[in-house]
Nanobody, 124 residues
Framework: QVQLVESGGGLVQPGGSLRLSCAASKFTLDHYAIGWLRQAPGKEREAVSCISATDGVTYYTDSVKGRFTIYRDNGKNTVYLQMNGLKPEDTAVYYC?????????????????WGQGTQVTVSS
């Protein structure tokens, strides 16, 4: 069974950093487009960032541009989301997801496979 496992969430003060990891079992991540999405209490799920499978094209939602970076380590079969300059409004459950399709110009909300989520809380 295909599995995605997120890790790296936690409690951090405003302005701090976290690096989320998305590791896969049963399949090779570099064959898939990978997205990071988040959902805060009472809010709809939001696409934060995504990266294509073949050429590493990346997209970010406007609120995280310049602060978050998505990247792959194919040797470790892992995709990361480096989050710097964290703000209280970044507090949410973060999910990684994988899809065989790539949608140029946008990060989708629907994916073939999902992780279980990891909580990120930004608070002083």
């Amino acid at each position: 069974q295909v599995q995605l496992v997120e890790s790296g969430g936690g409690l951090v003060q405003p302005g701090g950093s976290l690096r989320l990891s998305c590791a896969a079992s049963k399949f090779t991540l570099d064959h898939y487009a990978i997205g990071w999405l988040r959902q805060a209490p009472g809010k709809e799920r939001e696409a934060v960032s995504c990266i294509s499978a073949t050429d590493g094209v990346t997209y970010y939602t406007d609120s995280v541009k310049g602060r978050f970076t998505i990247y792959r380590d194919n040797g470790k079969n892992t995709v990361y989301l480096q989050m710097n300059g964290l703000k209280p409004e970044d507090t949410a459950v973060y999910y990684c997801a994988a899809d065989a399709s790539w949608y140029p110009g946008t990060c989708p909300l629907e994916y073939d496979y999902w992780g279980q989520g990891t909580q990120v809380t930004v608070s002083s």
